[in-house]
């Protein structure tokens, strides 16, 4: 099966391939078939459905070194901060997929921050990932106590020092990261 034919089918369909896999992994919940959706342009085959549902039934990953040189980067706590703020002030009622796009729009306009330095801490923060399926869906999926929870311990590694270290490498220099 090719990426070209999940991409081009019917959910439905994808999702009655996915239900095995999903149901020996214990991840046939009642969001399972919205996490087929949200995964389906990037599967190839539809037992991938279960890795690249970790997120939403697995602890926290580890960063990589290039999502901690994100994570590490001035405006981050500010982000973070400004966007917890907003989930927690959602009710119940609120917290769906439409309304967290605008949320991160308050915050960009609050802060002033835009871009990638806006949208790269969130997403990385609550996914654990630099990329992956549309933000505002991710974080409905994952729910708004968890998305907090990981906010929260990622501001937490944010207070990590940084220190980059020139190194000489021929006749230019280039630096490394150092967490310390």
Same mark, same amino acid.
Do not use: W
């Given at each position: %099966?090719?990426?070209?034919? *999940?991409?081009?089918?019917?959910? +439905?369909? #994808?999702?009655?391939?996915?239900?095995?896999?999903?149901?020996?992994?214990?991840? $046939?919940?009642?969001?399972?078939?919205?996490?087929?959706?949200?995964?389906?342009?990037? %599967?190839?085959?539809?037992?991938? #459905?279960? &890795? $690249?549902?970790?997120?939403?039934?697995?602890?926290?990953?580890?960063?990589?070194? +290039?999502?901690?040189?994100?994570?590490?980067?001035?405006?981050? &706590?500010?982000?973070?901060?400004?966007?917890?703020?907003?989930?927690?002030?959602?009710?119940?009622?609120?917290?769906? +997929?439409?309304?967290?796009? &605008?949320? #991160?729009? +308050?915050?960009?306009?609050?802060?002033?921050?835009?871009?990638?330095? $806006?949208? %790269?801490?969130?997403?990385?923060?609550?996914?654990?990932?630099?990329?992956?399926?549309? $933000?505002?869906?991710?974080?409905?999926?994952?729910?708004?106590?968890?998305?907090?929870?990981?906010?929260?311990?990622?501001?937490?590694?944010?207070? *990590?020092?940084?220190?980059?270290? &020139?190194?000489?490498?021929?006749?230019?220099?280039?630096?490394?990261?150092?967490?310390?």
């Amino acid at each position: %099966m090719s990426n070209d034919y *999940i991409k081009n089918a019917d959910l +439905a369909t #994808i999702f009655e391939m996915a239900k095995p896999f999903l149901e020996a992994a214990g991840r $046939l919940t009642d969001k399972a078939e919205k996490l087929v959706e949200l995964y389906k342009p990037q %599967m190839k085959s539809v037992d991938e #459905i279960v &890795p $690249l549902t970790d997120l939403f039934f697995a602890d926290f990953p580890e960063l990589t070194e +290039a999502e901690q040189e994100v994570m590490a980067g001035e405006t981050v &706590p500010t982000v973070l901060e400004a966007f917890k703020a907003k989930l927690e002030a959602m009710s119940d009622d609120e917290f769906v +997929a439409e309304n967290i796009f &605008p949320q #991160i729009k +308050a915050v960009q306009k609050e802060t002033g921050i835009k871009g990638k330095n $806006l949208f %790269m801490p969130i997403r990385i923060a609550v996914s654990g990932e630099m990329h992956g399926p549309e $933000l505002p869906d991710t974080i409905y999926l994952l729910g708004r106590e968890k998305s907090i929870q990981h906010i929260e311990k990622n501001v937490g590694r944010n207070q *990590i020092i940084i220190r980059k270290t &020139p190194i000489k490498r021929g006749f230019c220099f280039s630096s490394k990261v150092e967490v310390l």
